[in-house]
């Protein structure tokens, strides 16, 4: 069954930076969309940021735009969420999906597990 791995979060000083990785397996990586999502204590999971098969095109959450940068290396099956200058409102849990379609918010099909982002004023 596909495998989605997040790693890279931590507790950061506001202001600071980490970048996240989602290790995928089982499935054709270079052919699905990835994407980035985040759930807050107490709050819907939202969406971040997504980055396509086909073009490598790129969307962004208005919050994090300008901040935060997805990027993926399909020939290492990863997919990165380079996060800088952090805010404590970016406290969250950070979710790596995968969609077998051209999408950018929606309509994901696999999701990982979860890393968590603590950001300290």
């Known amino acids: 069954q596909v495998q989605l791995v997040e790693s890279g979060g931590g507790l950061v000083q506001a202001g600071g930076s980490l970048r996240l990785s989602c290790a995928a397996s089982?499935?054709?990586?270079?052919?699905?969309?990835m994407g980035w999502f985040r759930q807050a204590p107490g709050k819907e999971r939202e969406f971040v940021a997504s980055?396509?098969?086909?073009?490598?095109?790129?969307y962004y959450a208005e919050s994090v735009k300008d901040r935060f940068t997805i990027s993926r290396d399909n020939a290492k099956n990863t997919v990165y969420l380079q996060m800088n200058n952090l805010k404590p409102e970016d406290t969250a849990v950070y979710y790596c999906?995968?969609?077998?379609?051209?999408?950018?918010?929606?309509?994901?099909?696999?999701w990982g597990q979860g890393t968590q982002v603590t950001v300290s004023s």
């Open positions: 999906a995968a969609a077998s379609r051209i999408t950018t918010t929606t309509g994901y099909d696999y």
């Open positions: 980055i396509l098969w086909r073009d490598t095109s790129t």
């Open positions: 089982r499935l054709t990586f270079a052919s699905y969309t």
